[in-house]
């Protein structure tokens, strides 16, 4: 049979956005031949398709899709998260970029059947229990499945796909009837997809929703994300504020300093936008979860703009906009003169082409995002899989006790492809851009090992007080969390390679208060042959891990060595450095610290196992929480 629902695919695909397709073609080489062609039709087979935030997922998912029916599988369920109109949109994609499939909705059941699978057919489905159940009994009582494989594609897949109930031993209503539709096929693909991984890796390894392979397709051109706002360097984009949520709360009409100036900045972004002949510029405000704060802020917002319009234009209004526009010249050196932006702006307040829009779970109006001047605020609505065009603000003040990685990760609405750089601000206290410039050096780390090394030994390093996802779909019993800035040895080291250590240490020099800079990849072939006799008491393939991880951040790229030969140390000691050498490995905050005792082993409980051997001691950093699963 001719091959053609990849080729009428990407040829939609550059009509519509162009420099996109080689992209969704690089994605199809690396997942096809190695796991489509391959299929044995006899397995359950789960796979991991990663990207960043906003960066075109959906694209890359047709492609799949379309690519996987070129090799003769009939049934595609395409999952959205659990919200109306995303699932609509994807529908709507879907029926105009997958043309040769039967692409069916929610409440498509009768021509689901009626078609019969004499072509491709692709069910977009909200991740609801109700719908879930509804289309199992349609898929199980249409028989479509009997002998032939089924192909599920979960958008924002970490998103209420898998086991809430993992620690209580039970299973979620929705991730049962999720894994009852995979077992309607005697064979199965289930394609993971997200830009916050954290929990998916972190599920069990005999676990059904742990991925057995990984792809991570990166960003096309033009794409600002964390690399763009969130640098160690600082980004020209970002505005630092106070800690404005208490005075945000309060209910006096006054606004604060940040969300004045960030209000002017979207008020002269939107008139250059505007002028330039486009029709849309968003504005996102997310000033906390809470409902009221919400209204509180929407309604500081209406005052403010009705003062800029009724007070003395000339005295408040007219050098408010100017110190706006002149922040963004130094970035957008072709921003429209300043006479024409203030008469825009004039206008427009004058006009109801300024829209005050509340997003969160108690809004009862349609929000159109897609064109128009509009001022949205809200909370978690504002988050995961809901975008917003041309977002060149964003005003953020948030607070969490203990932040989860993968939830603020998916707060960073401005990245994306259809903005302008020169007019991108992003306004928010330094707490904030800490939270985020150390989850965007996480983000890099996870990328870097998955494109090194795949999912072989993938750990998770946070800054501490950072959660790496929700508590109640990781089992606990199999995590593995080691903390930075404390001291782990073995007691029962193994007489092992103690040879090749020794050649690997004689250079080094082994005299009191010595230390050696090393590199990463040195360390961790010492910890390859330093193996104790209970993986409990010294786990040391946990610390390759854990190091490569922070090779992969390229932050730390050196550790520290320190040699110490011809100790006595009995077997199982209570601690194993002495005081003097403990110190020394406090210095190194930031680096890790391998110690390593040659001990002589003579007596002192070595009796019955007697020689020399290596001991060793490691310290990770301190600014540092490692996770895992282990086996």
Known sequence: MKKMHLKNYLQLLDESVTGVSDSVKMTVDAIVPKYIKKFSYQEHLTGLLLGNVQSGKTGQMFGIIAATADELFPLFILLTIDN???????????????????????????????KALRQPTLVILKKNTNILKAWKNHISSSTFCEGRPIFIIDDEADAASLNTKVNHKEQSTINKHLEDIKKIASSSIYLQVTATP???????????WKPSFVHYFPPGKGY????????????YAVRITDDELDDLKEGSEYISDGLRKALLSFLVSSAHIFLSGEKVCNFLIHPSVSIKDHESVADKISVFLNEMLYGDMQKELLPQITDAWSDLQQTKPDIKPLSEIKEFIVQALKGTDINILVMNSKSNHEIDKDKGMNIIVGGNSLGRGVTFPMLQTVYYCRRSKQPQADTFWQ??????YDRDPGLMRVYLPPFLLKLFTDLNSVNSSLINQVVKNGLDGISLLLPPGIKPTRKNVIDEDFLNLVVGGVDMFASYPKKKHVRDIDLMLDIFDDGAGSYNTVTLKFITDLLEKLESENKIDWDH???IDFLKALEADKKAQSGILIVRKNRDIKKAPRTML???DRMLGRTFKNKPVLTLYRIVGEDKGWEHDGGARWMPNIRLPDNMFFYKTCD
């Not at 109306?84 to 692409?103: C, G, P």
């Not at 954290?198 to 059904?208: A, E, K, Y």
């Not at 600002?224 to 980004?235: A, I, M, V």
Request: aromatic share 14%; proline share 0%; glycine share 8%.
């Open 84 to 114: 109306i109109k995303l699932q609509e949109q994807t529908y709507k994609r879907a029926l105009q970029m997958l043309d040769t499939f039967n692409v069916c909705g929610e409440n498509d059941d009768v021509r689901f059947i009626q």
């Open 198 to 208: 954290q929990s998916v890796l972190l599920q069990t390894n005999f676990s059904t």
């Open 224 to 235: 600002l994300g964390g690399d763009f706002f969130y640098t160690d360097k600082g980004s």
């Open 411 to 416: 707060h960073c609405r401005m990245f994306g």
């Open 541 to 543: 393939e946990s610390y």
């Open 578 to 580: 002495s005081e003097d």
